[in-house]
């Protein structure tokens, strides 16, 4: 199995292309990006290259050099980012994704991208809400989202590629800092909780959204790519979810951990925007049915890692 990691320095990818080479051997995943700088596990344990997604001869000369069977495509622009610069978001989510559709329906890979949370909107049910349900975003990153989504559908329908995907909730991780999304407050907290001892947050008290930790997001890319084909009814893109919270929960699993630590309010609204237009809880049945989705992180079992994989790194 030889794979490209487009975007592979960001949140997942510098977790993943780790977790890859272990199991696929090094030389045998390829991280790619914009440029040669982020992480250095890396950029020193295996091969990387220059790919901008914009530019389809740069992922075409990736995946034919490394005789690629399998692009994990996550370079991408998310919420908050995508919504101060909504033209950068439809470049490189839509382009990015059509370019390495493109290369991969010519050189036979699959396709493995991430939807996310932010694919449902204003009008969907919004507790449990239903694999297969109404999808009308308010975000540029949300319509980037169903359009990919359904675009994946597409290239499997059409030309055979094996394309498939998650709508993954906010992640949350130590490693590397999330890129620019309305969820990052459940990262943010756990550094200011560390560093400062309080923490000022973005977010109203009262709103649900669905978080993962990492290591749960990491085996869902994992298990669905490794998954029986004949066993996927659905495949652009699998409800995935492993907690729903509000801003005072994340805050409550912390002090139990941390009494001293306080936290209060400054709203943002253009987040609070978005976050009220995403669904509390998904219904994930369908991920669980198809391809034994499992995740094996709550909301306390995260806080305690997180607290001390943070203490270590942060000093
Ligand atoms: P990230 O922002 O941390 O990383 C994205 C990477 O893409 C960055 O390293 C960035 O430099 C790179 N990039 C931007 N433009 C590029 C271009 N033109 N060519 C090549 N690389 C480019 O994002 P992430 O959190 O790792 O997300 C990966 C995927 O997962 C995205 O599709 C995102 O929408 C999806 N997702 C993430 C989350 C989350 O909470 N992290 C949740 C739902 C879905
Ligand atoms: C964001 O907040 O933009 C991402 C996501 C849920 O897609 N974390």
């Known amino acids: 199995m030889k794979v490209l990691i487009t975007g592979a320095m960001g949140q997942i990818g510098s977790e993943l292309t780790m977790k890859l080479r272990e199991r696929y051997g090094n030389d045998n995943v390829v991280a790619s990006g914009l440029r040669r ?26 995946v034919n ?30 382009g990015g ?43 540029m990153y949300g319509v980037t989202k169903v359009a990919g989504e359904l675009l994946c559908d597409y290239y499997y329908q059409k030309y055979g590629v094996d394309t498939r995907g998650v709508r993954f909730p906010g ?32 977010i109203k008290d ?34 995935v979810t492993a907690m729903s919270f509000q801003p005072e929960d994340i805050y409550a699993a912390i002090k139990k951990h941390m009494p001293d630590f306080t936290m209060d309010y400054n709203v943002n609204p253009v987040l609070q925007n978005i976050a009220d237009s995403w669904p509390n809880s998904l219904d994930d049945s369908a991920a669980r049915e198809e391809w034994g989705w499992n995740p094996k992180y709550d909301l306390d079992a995260m806080t305690k890692d997180m607290l001390e994989k943070l203490k270590v790194k942060l000093g």
């Open 206 to 239: 009262g709103t649900y959204m669905d978080m993962m930790y990492m290591p749960d997001a990491l085996d869902a890319i994992v298990n669905l790519m490794e998954a029986d084909p004949a066993k996927l009814k659905h495949r652009n893109a699998f409800n």
């Open 171 to 202: 992640l949350i991780s130590y490693e590397t800092l999330p890129g620019g999304g309305t969820t990052d407050y459940a990262v943010e907290i756990y550094y200011k909780a560390i560093e400062e001892g309080k923490y000022t947050c973005p």
């Open 97 to 139: 994704l059509f370019n390495v559709l493109e290369v991969a329906r010519e050189s036979k890979c699959g396709v493995f991208t991430p939807s996310s949370i932010a694919a449902f909107g204003p009008s969907t049910p919004k507790d449990n809400t239903p694999q297969d349900t109404l999808q009308r975003p308010t975000t």
């Open 37 to 62: 700088e982020g992480s250095e596990k890396v950029l020193e344990s295996g091969p990387f290259e220059i790919v901008d997604v914009t530019k389809p001869q740069q992922i075409a000369d990736a």
């Open 65 to 94: 050099k490394h005789k690629v069977d399998w692009i994990i495509h996550l370079a991408a622009i998310l919420s908050a980012v995508g919504e101060s610069n909504p033209n950068l978001a439809w470049d490189v989510n839509m």
